[in-house]
């Protein structure tokens, strides 16, 4: 059989991806873990879980992932700095193109997660790292005692809208429908917190500004077409995620939206490649789905490498 560097390539190293290093490694496979930014993955900025099984009272996003790749770690599992930039995927050996070469490995899972969603009005970009933000974790002390504007109605936007109060003076949480897709849990935080108002049936036009950053938003009543400007100093956008999967080629299947079509053992359209967390179809994207997705893969990939002997 054809030799490689690593027994498996995880490229990501989020909750799916170091929980499939972590079940890969105690196979004692060789496992390198690929991540462009800091091992953790996005759950990285959430302040509080309280939905992960094990935290009777909740865990921080960093104290729950500084654990998972310590465990991991232990297990053998080797970790670089690295963004991913192509993927060459034969019948025994898959190539990992990275910007100054290339690595191989008899499996690769992709646990890439996604990427917060922009909106597309005008001034997003223009303040973009500004007075516009997607992490309120780092972003939320610059608005003590502000006003701020937020949007969307998920799961995100409501629970990091309330993390937002614990700064803010005012915090405006736009959403377009005139109901909330965020649990129930936290819809009835988000009606109790005085500090925080709901804008129903309205989206976010334009974000104004000037040298100083943020000053206001244009916000337009979907319903009866009335145009309002609101005074913030920061907005914060929630709307969603899309997934990261520019360097993935075709010959790996998307779904419509552009998440990696999986099959309830995590193979993709190609054998020995596997998805795992956010960045496959998958009815509900959490700590708790990731982690199972990662365990998933890697007990498929360990077969999978079994099967090539
Ligand atoms: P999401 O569930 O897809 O919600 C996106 C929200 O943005 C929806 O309310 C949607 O409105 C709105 N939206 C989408 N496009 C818009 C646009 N162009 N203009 C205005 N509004 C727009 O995304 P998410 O809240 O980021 O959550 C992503 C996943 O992470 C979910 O599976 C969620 O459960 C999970 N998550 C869980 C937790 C938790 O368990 N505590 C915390 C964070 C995230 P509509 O409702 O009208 O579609």
Not at 134 to 154: E, I, K, N, W
Not at 224 to 253: E, K, R
Request: negative net charge; contains cysteine.
């Amino acid at each position: 059989m054809s030799q490689t560097d690593y027994d498996l390539i995880v490229i990501g190293a989020g909750p799916a991806g170091l929980t499939a290093a972590l079940y890969a490694g105690r196979a004692r496979l060789s496992v390198l873990v690929l991540e462009k930014a800091a091992p953790g993955g996005q759950i990285l900025v959430s302040d509080w879980i309280e939905n992960y099984p094990g935290f009777v009272e909740g865990i921080s996003g960093a104290d729950l992932m500084t654990n998972v790749l310590e465990q991991a770690r232990r297990f053998g599992m080797e970790t670089r700095s690295a963004e991913v930039a192509s993927l060459d995927l034969g019948d025994t050996v898959k190539r990992v193109h990275l910007s100054d070469g290339a690595l191989s490995a008899k499996s690769v899972i992709i646990a890439t997660g996604a990427s917060p969603r922009k909106l597309g009005v005008p001034g997003e970009n223009t303040f973009w790292g500004q007075g516009v933000s997607t992490c309120a974790t780092c972003d939320a002390p610059f608005y003590r005692d502000s006003l701020v504007a937020a949007v969307g109605g998920g799961d995100t936007a409501v629970q990091e809208s309330l993390f937002l109060t614990r700064f803010a003076k005012k915090v405006y949480l736009i959403h377009r429908r005139d109901q909330l897709r965020a649990a129930r849990i936290l819809q009835e935080r988000a009606f109790e917190n005085e500090r925080l108002e709901i804008i129903w049936d309205s989206v976010l036009t334009e974000i104004k500004g000037g040298a100083s950053g943020v000053t206001g938003v244009a916000v337009k009543n979907v319903k009866t077409g009335d145009l309002t400007d609101l005074t913030v100093h920061g907005c914060f956008v929630w709307v969603g995620t899309v997934p990261n999967t520019g360097f993935v080629p075709a010959v790996i299947d998307l779904d419509a939206a552009g998440f990696i079509t999986v099959n309830s053992r995590m193979e993709t359209s190609v054998p020995g490649v596997y998805a795992a967390g956010d960045v496959r179809n998958t009815p509900l994207r959490q700590v708790a789905t990731a982690v199972g997705d990662g365990a998933i893969a890697a007990s498929e990939a360990i077969h999978y490498i079994e099967n090539l002997k």
